[in-house]
T-cell receptor, first 109, second 113 residues
Framework: DAKTTQPPSMDCAEGRAANLPCNHS???????VYWYRQIHSQGPQYIIH???NNETNEMASLIITEDRKSSTLILPHATLRDTAVYYC??????????FGAGTRLTVKP | NAGVTQTPKFRVLKTGQSMTLLCAQD?????MYWYRQDPGMGLRLIHY???????AKGEVPDGYNVSRLKKQNFLLGLESAAPSQTSVYFC????????????FGEGSRLTVL
C-alpha cells in the first residue's frame, strides 16, 4: 500500500473552507484514496473516497490531482463540530485498511 | 440496527492475565478489523478477517490472537496481557465491495497494570 503524508495539525476559522492536504506520491493505479475523521475518542467516521475523479458528497469534496500523487479534502463551511483528526488512507482493495497519524483540524470561532 | 458493538467497554487487567474482546456486527458485513489506538497516535491494525473462518495479520499482531467462527463476530484475545497492551481497541466492519466505508464500534478501553 502507498504511504500517505499529512500535516500534523491545521487551524481553520468557523464558516470558512477547510482544505486538508494529503501526499501519496507512491500511489498505484488501482489504489483508492479514503478519508475518515475521528472526533474526540469516538470510532473514526467515513467521509469520502475516490480513485481518480473528484468526488463530492453531503459532507465534503475530494480533489485528486491528475497524476494522483496528492489529494485535498475540502470541508466547504467548517463548523466547530468539524474539529477532529482527519485521516487520509490509500490502499488496494479489498482488504488491509491502515491509518496513519492524521491531521488534527481545529476550527476556531 | 445496533451496527458494531464491542464488549466490554472498559477493563482493567493485571500483567499476565488473559481476556477476550468481542466485536459483533448486525450488518452482514464480510470484512472485520481490530485496531488499537495509543494516546495521541493514529489507529494501528492488529488483525483482520475477510470472511467467516479466515483471519490475517495486520501491522501489530504480536501478543494477540483472533477468531471469526461466526460471520457476525470477531474476537480479539490477549493470552498474557502486558502493560504495553494498555490502549483503546476499536473494531470495524465493512461489506464486500470496493467501497472503503468502515463502520466502527465505540471502542474498548483496556488498562494492564
Amino acid at each position: 500500500d502507498a504511504k500517505t503524508t499529512q500535516p500534523p495539525s491545521m487551524d481553520c476559522a468557523e464558516g470558512r473552507a477547510a482544505n486538508l492536504p494529503c501526499n501519496h506520491s507512491t500511489i498505484s493505479g488501482n489504489e483508492y484514496v479514503y478519508w475518515y475523521r475521528q472526533i474526540h475518542s469516538q470510532g473514526p467516521q467515513y467521509i469520502i473516497h475516490g480513485l481518480k475523479n473528484n468526488e463530492t458528497n453531503e459532507m465534503a469534496s475530494l480533489i485528486i490531482t491528475e497524476d494522483r500523487k496528492s489529494s485535498t479534502l475540502i470541508l466547504p463551511h467548517a463548523t466547530l463540530r468539524d474539529t477532529a483528526v482527519y485521516y487520509c488512507i490509500v490502499r488496494v482493495p479489498p482488504n488491509d485498511m491502515r491509518f496513519g497519524a492524521g491531521t488534527r483540524l481545529t476550527v476556531k470561532p | 440496527n445496533a451496527g458494531v458493538t464491542q464488549t466490554p467497554k472498559f477493563r482493567v487487567l493485571k500483567t499476565g492475565q488473559s481476556m477476550t474482546l468481542l466485536c459483533a456486527q448486525d450488518m452482514n458485513h464480510e470484512y472485520m478489523y481490530w485496531y488499537r489506538q495509543d494516546p495521541g497516535m493514529g489507529l494501528r491494525l492488529i488483525h483482520y478477517s475477510v470472511g467467516e473462518g479466515t483471519t490475517a495479520k495486520g501491522e501489530v499482531p504480536d501478543g494477540y490472537n483472533v477468531s471469526r467462527l461466526k460471520k457476525q463476530n470477531f474476537l480479539l484475545g490477549l493470552e498474557s496481557a502486558a502493560p504495553s497492551q494498555t490502549s483503546v481497541y476499536f473494531c470495524a466492519s465493512r461489506r464486500q465491495a470496493n467501497t472503503g466505508e468502515l463502520f466502527f464500534g465505540e471502542g474498548s478501553r483496556l488498562t494492564v497494570l
